[in-house]
């Protein structure tokens, strides 16, 4: 089974609408980090949040914002007002604290299109 | 100043060929790894060092073999060279402490075409 899902292969919006990225893990451990990752078109793997399993708070930053939600074992990443330069492909990514401490799961990616 | 860093960025090459990729961090992190981003943009885990030490060693051909001479260099020797071998190779390394505990730093990647 695939630990981080990313259902949505790519999505295309026009420019100033909002869009929600979903990422849905699949841990047993209690401690566990979760990431997202962007890739623009330039290829570099762009860091773009880190949250720990004992902080559920929802983050935002600028026109991004994150809503992590353990009992859906979801990490969503919402975009608004999208612009051109959002177009990129975002991974979403698990880390565990247990015995797979060093392994790193990426999620297959959702190719965002901002249209102007 | 730059973090992780890969050498070359491109690297084209006959199949048959034997080919090295190298990768240096100056971050003082004691984990790297290799990944590969094949054509569909899927990023495998190849291989993981800690501190000169083979942790991870994923369903990888033992055409692939990496060499850690320190615990900041981690570089990529591929013998033989297939068509398949052709994807993006990313170092990175993780962090350790504080705001940055488990992140994963990337290096800007080397696109391999084996033709």
């Known amino acids: 089974a695939q630990k981080v899902t990313q259902a949505q292969t790519e999505i295309s919006v026009v420019e100033k609408e909002d869009v929600t990225l979903d990422c849905v893990y699949e841990t047993r451990d209690t401690t566990y980090y979760l990431f997202w990752y962007k890739q623009p078109p330039s290829g570099e793997l762009v860091f773009l949040i880190r949250r720990n399993s004992f902080d559920e708070q929802n983050e935002i930053s600028g026109r991004y914002s994150w809503n992590f939600q353990k009992s859906t074992s979801s990490f969503n990443f919402t975009i608004t007002a999208s612009q051109v330069v959002d177009s990129a492909v975002y991974f979403c990514a698990l880390s565990e604290a247990g015995y797979n401490f060093n392994k790193f799961y990426f999620g297959s990616g959702t190719k965002l299109n901002v249209k102007p | 100043d730059t973090a992780v860093s890969q050498t070359p960025k491109y690297l084209v090459t006959q199949m048959g060929n034997d080919k090295s990729i190298k990768c240096e961090q100056n971050?003082?992190?004691?984990?790297m790894y290799w990944y590969k981003q094949d054509s569909k943009k899927f990023l495998k885990i190849m291989f993981s060092y800690n501190n000169k030490e083979l942790i991870i060693n994923e369903t990888v051909p033992n055409r692939f073999s990496p060499k850690s001479p320190d615990k900041a260099h981690l570089n990529l020797h591929i013998n033989s060279l297939e068509l398949g071998d052709s994807a993006v190779y990313f170092c990175a390394s993780r962090g350790t402490s504080g705001d940055s505990y488990n992140e994963q730093f990337f290096g800007p990647g080397t696109r391999l075409t084996v033709l």
């Open positions: 971050l003082g992190h004691d984990t």
